[in-house]
């Protein structure tokens, strides 16, 4: 008889690799997707820990899942409002640390930066059971008080059969490069795009740049992240240990990163940092400079310039996160939609989430792009 567990561990060694290369060529994904997370792991702190959740029937392992873990969880992470106060601010950092709550979560964007949903399978059939397991042996974690997934609606059912509450979430934004035979035809499909980019401005530069910054860009390229993070809808419950650590790691000091940089007067208005493996392309890190970036359409060319790079060196997708505003949604062509999952032993903490997730980020993101989406059809 087989039986199926689950089990809690921080290693991942090259032949259990293997085991999910068969998911990998599915996926049109190489072994690099792999690399990152593997370095947050070796950086995890008290606070902030990764780990792998793994699969095994009957000892063989089987599936794979990607997760954090983070102690207190800080409620400002998740509610702008929060954020933006300067006396809720300070009034919800004491009471997580009072809270002290546990939480593990999973997703995309900090953990396989944006190429793929973190969950990997030996074969494909075995989709369902395992996250079946995944979710079971979250639910009986006793050191978790809350599990937070952002998922897409794939395994919607499971969730939910599971005891997982689902939550609105905004859409994955990515660019499908095969439908185009060069940026032009792109441009074509985005009228105002196309003119606000051909105004002539010599003081404006796109750049690609594969491989390790120098020192003077990485400050530049930090002082756009400090200043995206301070504007952004939405950050992340390990926003802090991101933004500590993604410019120190191996990885983005090496040639598999690709950098898009836009400069205004040689200053590096915006920036987006990409992953590519196999067919895809995934943002790992992103930033603007508003000093600079406004009036310069600086994200419009970061992203024209990256769906350009993508056609030209054969990538099929490039996956941009979620939506998180109306200029992105506006310009990417294919979604993926998503749902906040979420699950507490605790009666209380359900009935508090249920209370508060109306003001928390993701929900604002739904918000904003149900909005778009509205306005859009209007105007057709």
């Not at 793994?54 to 997760?67: A, Q």
């Not at 983005?252 to 392309?281: C, E, P, W």
Request: some cysteine; glycine content about 4%; hydrophobic content about 35%.
């Amino acid at each position: 008889m087989n039986t199926t567990c689950c089990r809690k561990e921080i290693t991942l060694t090259e032949q259990e690799k293997e085991v999910f290369s068969r998911h990998l060529k599915q996926q049109e994904l190489s072994d690099n997707v792999w690399d990152l997370f593997g370095e947050w792991i070796a950086r995890s702190t008290s606070r902030v820990s990764f780990f792998y959740l793994k699969v095994y029937r009957d000892d063989e392992l089987i599936g794979l899942g990607l997760f954090v873990r983070t102690r207190p969880f800080d409620l400002r992470t998740s509610y702008s409002a929060l954020r933006n106060n300067r006396f809720l601010r300070q009034l919800a950092g004491s009471l997580s640390v009072l809270a002290n709550n546990c939480v593990y979560l999973s997703f995309r964007n900090l953990i396989t930066s944006n190429l793929t949903r973190p969950f990997f399978y030996q074969e494909p059939a075995m989709a369902n059971d395992i996250m079946k397991a995944f979710l079971a042996y979250l639910k009986n974690e006793k050191e978790a008080d809350m599990v937070i997934v952002v998922d897409t609606s794939i395994h919607d059912d499971i969730y939910q059969t599971e005891g997982f509450l689902k939550y609105p979430s905004s859409s994955e934004a990515w660019l499908d490069a095969t439908r185009y035979k060069d940026i032009s035809e792109y441009l074509a499909e985005h009228r105002s795009l196309k003119k606000n980019l051909a105004r002539r401005r010599k003081d404006v530069t796109s750049e690609v740049q594969q491989g390790p910054v120098s020192d003077p860009d990485r400050k530049q390229m930090k002082s756009c992240v400090e200043c995206s993070v301070e504007n952004s809808r939405v950050n992340t419950p390990c926003q802090k240990f991101f933004e500590d650590n993604i410019f120190e790691t191996d990885v983005f000091n090496s040639h598999k990163y690709v950098h898009f940089l836009v400069r205004v007067d040689g200053t590096i208005a915006g920036f987006h940092t990409f992953q590519v493996s196999g067919s895809d392309m995934g943002g790992v890190l992103g930033g603007f400079n508003r000093d600079y970036s406004q009036k310069s359409f600086a994200y419009e060319r970061v992203i024209v310039a990256s769906l350009d790079y993508a056609i030209k060196n054969n990538i099929k997708r490039v996956h941009y996160s979620l939506i998180d505003n109306y200029t992105k949604l506006r310009l990417i062509d294919s979604v993926e939609p998503c749902g906040l999952y979420f699950y507490s032993g605790s009666p209380l903490k359900r009935k508090m989430f249920k209370l508060t997730n109306r003001f928390g980020d993701i929900h604002r993101l739904y918000l904003l792009e149900k909005q778009g989406r509205k306005e859009s059809k209007q105007q057709e």
